[in-house]
């Protein structure tokens, strides 16, 4: 992840879209895009899942087995396109040379926002999606939650959960499916 933000910025370009009338990058219609291009065909996933400094626990599943629902409500959460969103987020636009991309970046501008950051990396030729990361927290009143979620088209989905509890250990979750096609 930190390759995305170390890379050089270029062209860098920040607007106030607080006026206008629309909305902003939609996870939703994404993950609906990609269900919809990639529905039926059958490849392979290796889960991996690691909690807190213990063991990996890595299984192989298929994409017609897999439960989808519980990977995409983690993403789901995260969903900025509601017209009240605008405004609330500082949208920054460049592009990376380095690996030919072009970024947009949105950054709550209100602390209590769930939704943190979002990044979409676009290829600058083919104009497709070559990576997704998002950052949420939040706080339930009894404990603190970071969420941190990756997205590479067809390659690798990580989910990143660390939740802090008023009372008892911090726990860090991190769960992977790699697609092997």
């Known amino acids: 992840m930190a390759v995305l933000f170390s890379s050089c910025k270029e062209d860098s370009n920040t607007e106030d879209f607080s006026d206008i009338?629309?909305?902003?990058?939609?996870?939703?219609?994404?993950?609906?895009d990609q269900w919809n291009t990639f529905y039926g065909e059958p490849f392979l996933i290796v889960k991996t899942v690691r909690v807190n400094d213990g063991p990996y626990d890595s299984s192989y599943t298929t994409s017609d087995?897999?439960?989808?629902?519980?990977?995409?409500?983690?993403?789901?959460?995260?969903?900025i396109s509601d017209r009240k969103?605008?405004?609330?987020?500082?949208?920054t636009q460049?592009?990376?040379?380095?690996d030919d991309t072009h970024n947009f970046f949105y950054e709550a501008l209100e602390e209590d926002?769930?939704?943190?950051?979002?990044?979409?990396?676009?290829?600058?030729?083919?104009?497709?999606?070559?990576?997704i990361y998002i950052k949420a927290a939040g706080n339930s009143g009894m404990d603190d939650r970071e969420v941190k979620l990756y997205y590479?088209?067809?390659?690798?989905i990580q989910v990143q959960v660390t939740e802090t509890p008023t009372?008892?250990?911090?726990?860090?979750?991190?769960?992977?499916?790699?697609f092997i096609r």
């Open 21 to 32: 009338k629309g909305n902003y990058f939609s996870v939703r219609q994404y993950a609906l």
């Open 113 to 131: 926002l769930y939704t943190r950051q979002l990044l979409i990396s676009i290829n600058m030729y083919t104009k497709k999606v070559k990576g």
């Open 152 to 156: 590479k088209p067809m390659k690798r």
């Open 94 to 98: 460049f592009d990376d040379k380095q």
């Open 65 to 79: 087995t897999l439960n989808w629902g519980k990977i995409f409500e983690e993403f789901f959460k995260t969903e």
């Open 167 to 178: 009372f008892g250990e911090k726990v860090h979750t991190v769960s992977e499916w790699e």
């Open 85 to 91: 969103y605008l405004g609330k987020y500082k949208f």
